[in-house]
Nanobody, 131 residues
Framework: QPQLVESGGGLAQPGGSLRLSCTASGFTSDYYAIGWFRQAPGKEREGISCISVSGDVTKYVDSVKDRFTTSRDDAKKTVYLQMTNLKPEDTALYYC????????????????????????WGQGTQVTVSS
């Protein structure tokens, strides 16, 4: 059964950095796009970044653009979210999720209808930004 496990969350000061990892297991191939989502207390979950199967396409929501960078290392079956210049409003539970697809350029900040929905989700890792 495909699984995703996030790690790297923690406490950071405003202006600081963290790198989240999303490690995949149980997938039969590397044909999956990864999205990063976050949910702050009292708010809806939002898609903040994604990376395509090929790794050539990335997208970011405006609130994290120029501060967060997504990359993937298929040899390690891991996708990273490098977060810099963190702000208190970045405090949230961060999730990664996978779309199984052979479309090399697919990258979405939300789920499409099946079969291109975010089907597999990790348990999340907490990021807290506070002084």
């Amino acid at each position: 059964q495909p699984q995703l496990v996030e790690s790297g969350g923690g406490l950071a000061q405003p202006g600081g950095s963290l790198r989240l990892s999303c490690t995949a297991s149980g997938f039969t191939s590397d044909y999956y796009a990864i999205g990063w989502f976050r949910q702050a207390p009292g708010k809806e979950r939002e898609g903040i970044s994604c990376i395509s199967v090929s790794g050539d396409v990335t997208k970011y929501v405006d609130s994290v653009k120029d501060r967060f960078t997504t990359s993937r290392d298929d040899a390690k079956k891991t996708v990273y979210l490098q977060m810099t210049n963190l702000k208190p409003e970045d405090t949230a539970l961060y999730y990664c999720a996978a779309i199984i697809t052979s479309v090399q350029a697919m990258c979405a900040l939300f789920s499409y209808s099946p079969p291109y929905e975010y089907r597999y989700w990790g348990q999340g890792t907490q990021v807290t930004v506070s002084s």
